[in-house]
């Protein structure tokens, strides 16, 4: 447990927060305690997230799934209230460690250990089952062990069996190692599917930390799931048959909890028959924050509530109802030791992750070098080979930027841009803007975003001229699209499209403008005229939107081949030949398909050429797409991402250059004088995000790194005031563009998917992304004003 930070609240309705135990991407978990003495472990989720209607619906769920499921073996809901300001959950404080944990303490667990995990998991799932529940998430990480057994803790993505789900049938989420083949094809997931999971998580126990499907990269990970056998060789043999049969592909051949259970028989449990001294030692250790070394002084009451509207939450160190601006780190947090404990939360169990960057930078001119003053140096480096790890050494840095300033913005961001002085933040529901000082330009403008877009390379809006272009929905209700330009001074629509002679999909997205048009790119379905209930194909449709003339200029349609397609519209930073790529994605083989097609700009976008995409046929190595002019071209040919970075020449569609080695790039931005290409990825074998400067013309690497990420993150680069930022998963990186080496971190909030669009911007010396407490703004040199 740490201790309460400046911005932590020290009340939770009636609880007094004694420390905080983790967070998560919905919100912190703290310590609570009752008047009565109670011990809770209490979820708050993000003040931003608040005021999002279908956050608040998926928080409801989960806090009903928690109540419904509650039992002896989980953490049950003591109290909650999901309609307050700010939501929150409280549950029994169960202290223990994470099966996970555990494994990494004391190694494979023994036979007779398994067996009462079988039993005890079992009984658990039985209560989750009939109360119409499947956990969807079942993993090591998970399960919970504790002086009187499992205990299954994190209903955050359950879903119901009357078929209410907290994410779209066809989506693919939980943890690939621990999916069932149903989960990793997208279709619907039963109580089954738990067993499956639970299956994987045995073994993982029995193995002593050996995944029974382990292919390196996710995707190869799922593959296994859905195709292969389990890999069970170091599963004891007594429990191999059982662990083999939870992991039937077919959900029914799978046993059911209730023939686990009773196929085990397990009696009474006392620590001493089960766990081991060492874990004992770790959840007394978890158990004495219950019990504070010294009398703690009385707990005050309360606050009093007035009689007026006031907020539940204060905040510790300032006045109750006074609002508070966490403007970043100042000091990293302390690494956690070997002995974590991790702590059990209704919102699962929480590591806290170690402080501290490190950059692995690599340069070599074919034989290694024990001495040398790059990076850092003023002389350029001379030409590397292709593999990073030819030649790796650490640069260590703490240093954390400090905010200029942060703007309040009351929804999680799903896209941030500007034009000049003003700073354009896109929403679900609202799109923002915010001047150079951090305050608000005009009210926000109402634009519902589909959720079927947000992370798939949909962004709703584009700015150029002093106008911002918008495409969304008018109302949750009403799901229409509606494409309009609204004036950057003022925020007033000066003009939307008549209604299209299409109906518009799922999706829409303003990819961006390129020489006085708008380009939209979306979803249709295509009906028949004669028929409009007679549905007869659907496709990706291009507009080139005139602002001049208030119309569009030309309509492209692209009729889908199979469904699961995908359409992308890439614009260069100048020309006038558009790049449209239709790409399906086969995760049964874990193939990509693709095709590309020249647009002409100029001529009704008519088609110039087509063929298959590079690295067609290849493993998918990244879901990630990138519309707008300094992320697609560079020195006048496309750049795109696939298995690898290809130049592609816009006359014949022809590849100029490849980049070298196995790097699945997921993201890629020219230097502003379109000389150099910076790109950052993975390795699909790799557990590790490489980042490498090419020259544009060649393809040759000018310089290699390393950053000490994961896989399938969200990743993006932006090339501003000579500087290379790259985000992952919510980190920036602020790079010297010559060398590679780095200059400062700051940790933004993480956005949800790994496509873009990512939420942040670089412009004008400044970078801006959004944090918990909204729209931050960080100078190029990540100092504070005046420093």
């Known amino acids: 447990m740490r201790r309460l930070e400046p911005a932590d609240p020290t009340w939770i309705g009636p609880y007094a927060l004694l420390g905080r135990l983790g967070a998560g991407a919905m919100g912190s978990v703290y310590l609570g305690r009752s008047a009565g003495g109670r011990t809770v472990a209490v979820k708050l989720i993000r003040p931003e997230l608040a005021g999002d209607a279908r956050f608040r619906a998926r928080f409801r769920a989960e806090v009903a799934a928690a109540r419904a499921a509650s039992s002896a073996f989980t953490a049950p809901v003591v109290d909650a209230d999901t309609d307050a300001p700010v939501p929150w959950m409280a549950t029994v404080f169960v202290p223990g460690v994470a099966l996970d944990e555990a494994v990494r303490l004391v190694g494979a667990f023994p036979e007779h250990v398994v067996r009462i995990l079988v039993a005890g998991i079992a009984e658990e799932l039985k209560s989750i089952h009939a109360a119409g529940l499947t956990h969807r998430d079942l993993k090591p990480s998970n399960i919970l062990l504790a002086l009187d057994g499992p205990h299954i803790i994190d209903f955050g993505i359950s879903r119901a069996a009357d078929g209410t789900a907290l994410t779209a049938e066809g989506a693919i989420f939980g943890t690939p ?377 030309w309509q492209n349609l692209h009729q889908r081949d199979e469904v699961g397609s995908q359409g992308r519209l890439y614009l260069p930073s100048s020309g006038s030949r558009l790049l449209f790529e239709s790409a399906s994605y086969n995760l049964e083989t874990l193939k990509k398909a693709g095709r590309l097609e020249a647009l002409d700009a100029g001529d009704g976008g008519k088609s110039l050429w087509q063929q298959l995409a590079p690295g067609t046929g290849a493993v998918i190595t990244n879901l990630s797409f990138f519309c707008d002019g300094p992320h697609s071209s560079a020195a006048g040919r496309f750049l795109y991402l696939a298995d690898r970075l290809y130049a592609v020449d816009p006359a014949d569609g022809k590849v100029v250059w490849q980049s070298p080695g196995e790097w699945a790039f997921q993201t890629a931005v020219a230097s502003t004088d379109g000389a150099t290409v910076y790109a950052a990825g993975t390795h699909y074998a790799k557990v590790r995000t490489v980042v490498q400067a090419l020259d544009a013309k060649t393809g040759a690497v000018r310089w290699s790194g390393s950053l000490p990420m994961g896989m399938l993150q969200d990743m993006a680069a932006h090339f501003s005031d000579d500087t290379l930022y790259i985000w992952i998963h919510g980190k920036v990186w602020a790079l010297d563009p010559v060398t590679g080496s780095p200059r400062w971190t700051f940790d933004f909030h993480a956005s949800g998917g790994t496509s873009t669009p990512v939420p942040f911007w670089a412009s004008g010396g400044r970078i801006y992304g959004p944090t918990d407490n909204g729209l931050a703004a960080i100078a190029a040199d990540g100092k504070p004003a005046h420093s």
């Open 177 to 553: 190692a621990f999916m069932s083949p149903e989960q990793a094809m997208g279709r619907r997931a039963g109580p089954a599917s738990d067993v499956f999971s639970l299956g994987s998580t045995l073994a993982y126990a029995a193995s002593g930390g050996t995944w029974p499907f382990d292919g390196g990269h996710p995707l190869e990970v799922l593959r296994k799931v859905v195709s292969e056998e389990p890999d069970l060789a170091a599963v004891p043999g007594g429990v191999r048959l059982l662990i083999a049969a939870c992991l039937a592909k077919a959900p029914g051949d799978r046993p059911t909890p209730r023939q686990l259970a009773a196929s085990q028989g397990a009696g009474p449990l006392s620590p001493g028959t089960w766990l081991h001294p060492v874990l004992v030692s770790a959840i007394e250790e978890a158990a004495a924050v219950m019990t504070p070394v010294a009398a703690p002084a009385p707990l005050p009451p309360p606050p009093v509530a007035p009689t007026g509207p006031q907020p539940l939450v204060t905040t510790a160190g300032s006045a109750a109802g006074s609002p508070t601006v966490r403007l970043g780190h100042t000091t990293p947090p302390p690494r956690p030791g070997r002995r974590k404990v991790l702590l059990g939360l209704a919102g699962g169990a929480v590591a806290l992750a170690g402080a501290g960057t490190a950059l692995y930078l690599t340069r070599t001119t074919g034989q290694r070098e024990q001495s040398q003053d790059f990076p850092g140096s003023q002389n350029p480096p001379p030409t590397p080979v292709a593999d990073p790890s030819d030649y790796t050494r650490s640069l260590e840095t703490t240093v954390a930027a400090t905010p200029l300033w942060t703007s309040p913005v009351p929804e999680p961001l799903i896209q941030v841009t500007g034009d000049g002085d003003t700073i354009v933040a896109a929403g679900m529901k609202s799109v923002w803007a915010i001047d150079r000082a951090g305050q608000q330009r005009w009210q926000p403008l109402t634009n519902y975003s589909s959720p079927h877009g947000i992370g798939g390379g949909d962004s709703p809006v584009a700015v150029g001229g002093g106008t911002a272009y918008v495409i969304g929905y008018t109302s949750p209700g009403d799901l229409s699209y509606v494409f309009k330009a609204v004036d950057l001074a003022t925020g007033t629509v000066t003009w939307t499209l008549p209604k299209p002679d299409l109906r518009i999909g799922a999706s829409a997205s303003v990819v961006g403008l390129l020489d006085g048009l708008v380009y939209v790119r979306g979803d249709a379905s295509l009906f028949d005229p004669k028929d409009p209930l007679k549905y007869r194909y659907g496709a990706d449709f291009v507009w080139a939107v005139d602002p001049a003339a208030r119309r569009i200029r």
